[in-house]
């Protein structure tokens, strides 16, 4: 397929991914139309890395034990370039020290030979980096990156922004979702169907100003000015039913 057709297909796709399967999906697709055969966007951000990739979950459970984001040439090289990369082949057979070397040597056996990186630059020391990967002896790294840069460039991008976007909000809808109590989702709830203080007090057997609490307090989780611009915050998160 000609290049502006797979990249329209991919954004097209992308629209439409709501979670990270649908996403993994997405970004499948697109390495297979472009002729690699592995993908994987890790982001770091804290403590919990977030990987969404079409590697072996043999690897990438064994990848994230041993801590391999810490030794990992490919990610340290992302966290100090701009630029798009490329890696792998027998240049990565001979390069850094000997735990590089064996990491190399590793990831040959799952079939991830060489790949070019799109790294992605966040505020703060964030980082992430979109990699597509072969295990094809017969793909060298550095034809990879001239066919294919400005498009595998984009790609990564989109799809950075569009995993934030859409996977960062769903999970700070569960995080606000889990730290509101069950009272004070009681008391938005009937805030959102028009009850008053005095209503909701009877209706939940708790006094007036215990009702005024809950709600304040659910305020002030949700980052509201006022009660009626929460209880809009909390539909919009999907938070009431």
Known sequence: ???????QEFIDAIQTATNADEFERVATRLTQRLGFQRFAYLRLTGETPMLISSYPKSWTSRYFQLGYQQLDPVVRRARAEHALFSWGGEASALAGNREQRRFFDEATTFG?????TVPIRGGFGRMAAFTLATGDRDLHPERLVADGKDLVQLVGLHFHCYVAARLDVFSASKLAASELTQRELQCLAWTARGKTIADIAVLVQIAPRTVVFHLDNARRKLGAASIAQCVAEALRRGLLS
Do not use: A, K, L, Q
């Open 112 to 116: 991830i030979r060489s790949g070019i």
């Open 1 to 7: 397929m000609p290049v502006e057709s797979i990249f």
